[in-house]
Every structure is written in structure tokens, then in C-alpha cells.
């Protein structure tokens, strides 16, 4: 079975530019989390959705990201517009149902803002 | 404050011997602890997990601790292996919220031959 699916696994930009990150979460699942992973701050959840809404958006850093979950096999964040400091690695997971706490990651999306 | 704190951030542990990870936390709303490893390139993978109604869970070499009135957790890895290298996350759930993970800030183990 695939898993969670996460696009373009690398990404470099300029500052200024805008950036779309994308994920196909595993079939069936119906939570999905975007994280963004940085050797000072670790391992930060930005947003979660369960049934494609939106639940918790609290740890988006600013107005300049944005998530969207149109249905329930994609999701995109997208940074506009990006800057050097949202350079990290961007994952993707996504759990079963709603309270399930075991979550399936992506690969991640290498992001470099120059 | 929904924090957990993790440590040591780095470890080095001869073949065979005992890793040791401790976590800590503060909110009382937790009622799932898990820990994840992270190979380098690749996304964090659930290793085990513990609810706060039981002290130890043992899965195979890896077994967590739990002490509910210290509000901490560790994760020994016995008999290491240098194929256990690797980065290890402990993790919180708070209860009711959609399964929503706090992570630890990470240990980078490296296991010698």
C-alpha cells in the first residue's frame, strides 16, 4: 500500500516567490497533519483537519501560510510569500479516523528559500 | 503550557548496551505518549506508545516507563543495535483534541560497533 505521498520532495526559491507544498494522505484516513521540522524549533504541528475541515490552525506562524484541504486524498500549503526563515522540511501525516493518535508520516518536502 | 522536554539531545551508546531517553511533561490533559524515530532523509515512523494507565509497555527491545505522578516517560532501548541509530521523538496527546501531537525536541542516538 502506498503511503502518505508528499510533492516535490525538494524545493528551492527565491525570496518573494510563492511556494505550494502537496499531500495525498493514505486511503481511507481521515485526519491529516501538516508539521514543519527545523534543528531550533523541532518538530511544530501548523495545522490539522479532520474530514477535510479544518480544526486547529494555532501553530500556522503567520498570515503568510496557507492550508486547504478540498477533499479527502489532497491537501496543499502554500507560503506567499516565502522567506529565508520558512526554509525546513515540511511533513505531511495523516492518521485513520478522528482521535487516532497514530500517525503516518511523509517523506517530507526539503524547502530552501533563498 | 503544552511542552514536553526531552533529553539528552545526543547519545552514544556502544553495541549492545542500554540507550536511555527521558521525557517530560507539565499539561495533566495528556493521555497518549508516544515515541517516534526518524531516519535521516525520511519522515518520523511510530515506534511504540503508552497510555497513562499502565507504567510499562515492552515491545520487543524497546520498552517505555511511565511514571503518571512525576509526569515523565523514557524510552530504553536494550541490547542497541547500530541499526537503531537514529533520531528518536517522544510525543503527548492531549485528551479530546483530534489526536493532535506535542513532540519532544529529539534525541539523535548513534549506537558505536
Known amino acids: 500500500d502506498a503511503g502518505v505521498i508528499q510533492s516535490p520532495r525538494h524545493e528551492v526559491t527565491e525570496m518573494g516567490q510563492e511556494v505550494t507544498l502537496r499531500c495525498k494522505p493514505i486511503?481511507?484516513?481521515?485526519?491529516l497533519f501538516w508539521y514543519r521540522q527545523t534543528m531550533m524549533r523541532g518538530l511544530e504541528l501548523l495545522i490539522y483537519?479532520?474530514?477535510?475541515?479544518?480544526?486547529?490552525d494555532s501553530g500556522m506562524p503567520e498570515d503568510r501560510f496557507s492550508a486547504k484541504m478540498p477533499n479527502a486524498s489532497f491537501s496543499t500549503l502554500k507560503i506567499q510569500p516565502s522567506e529565508p526563515r520558512d526554509s525546513a522540511v515540511y511533513f505531511c501525516a495523516s492518521s485513520i479516523r478522528t482521535g487516532e493518535e497514530t500517525q503516518y508520516f511523509g517523506p517530507g518536502t526539503r524547502l530552501l528559500v533563498l | 503550557q503544552q511542552q514536553v522536554k526531552q533529553s539528552p539531545q545526543s547519545l552514544i551508546v556502544q553495541k549492545g548496551g542500554i540507550s536511555i531517553i527521558n521525557c517530560a511533561y507539565e499539561n495533566t490533559a495528556f493521555d497518549y505518549f508516544p515515541w517516534y524515530q526518524q531516519f535521516p532523509g525520511k519522515g518520523p515512523a511510530l515506534l511504540i506508545a503508552i497510555r497513562p494507565d499502565v507504567s510499562e509497555k515492552k515491545e520487543g527491545r524497546f520498552t517505555i516507563s511511565f511514571n503518571k505522578s512525576a509526569k515523565q516517560f523514557s524510552l530504553h532501548i536494550m541490547d542497541s543495535q547500530p541499526g537503531d541509530s537514529a533520531t528518536y521523538f517522544c510525543?503527548?496527546?492531549?485528551?479530546?483534541?483530534?489526536?493532535?501531537?506535542?513532540f519532544g525536541q529529539g534525541t539523535e542516538l548513534s549506537v558505536k560497533p
Open positions: 486511503s481511507g484516513h481521515n485526519s
Open positions: 483537519f479532520n474530514n477535510n475541515v479544518p480544526i486547529d
Open positions: 510525543a503527548a496527546s492531549p485528551y479530546n483534541q483530534g489526536g493532535k501531537l506535542i
